[in-house]
């Protein structure tokens, strides 16, 4: 378990949300995205190792839409970085833990990703990372 | 903004909740203290340069407590570290931010700590923490 990658956040729109963490906070803003197979509009805020991701939903039938729609917005989920995301996920399973990815699924950047249900962690959605090995 | 200082979650009981987080997940517990403050028993998991901790509201009266009857527990709120938390209250409040501590709170060991209004944040509950500094 190498760091905490991010904490999520959904907003209505990150526009609007933005002159709180970053003029007000003083967080500085790496870059917005639209990230399609999210269905949502994400800024990245770093903050020391970790960062902050603004989540826009842009689809409200997905999960996030309709938390959005629910909650108007919050704490959404957390991700944790790992060095090795299939042992993770086996050792998980063997603790009778319910995932909602069994496999870890894949970004086009490489990074793997799995997300652990709710039911098992005590109510906080919890999100595994393994990023793409850097070459050389 | 140095880092995410912690990430806290309300739990209805940390003997419980552990499994998941320490044999399950992997996370070294660092420690289990009593808060008396909080009116809660924390749970220590540092990952990288933050640390995860669980909150065991001991009296349903506070705010944690309600939290935990309205919610059944999960992320409660993030703190973030910064090196001057008067000059980040001061530029919150030039920003119209609504702070629910207008001026820091000391705990014991002399971290000095304030809470933002969840109204101003978009729905999350967020803490700064100005740690004392080291002598020497």
């Known amino acids: 378990?190498?760091?905490?990658?991010h904490i999520a956040i959904v907003v209505e729109e990150i526009e609007t949300a933005l002159p709180f963490w970053q003029q007000a906070l003083g967080l500085e803003l790496a870059e917005v995205e639209e990230v399609e197979v999210m269905k949502a509009r994400v800024a990245f805020l770093p903050v020391g190792e970790s960062r902050i991701e603004l989540v826009q939903?842009?689809?409200?039938?997905?999960?996030l839409g309709r938390y959005l729609d629910k909650t108007g917005g919050g704490l959404h989920h957390i991700c944790l970085e790992v060095d090795d995301i299939l042992a993770h996920l086996a050792q998980l399973r063997g603790h009778g833990v319910e995932l909602i990815d069994e496999t870890p699924r894949v970004r086009e950047n490489g990074t793997k990703y799995a997300f652990i249900h709710p039911k098992s962690t005590g109510g906080v959605l919890l999100e595994l990372y393994q990023l793409p090995q850097q070459s050389g």
């Open 57 to 63: 939903p842009t689809d409200p039938e997905t999960g």
């Open 1 to 5: 378990m190498k760091r905490v990658h």
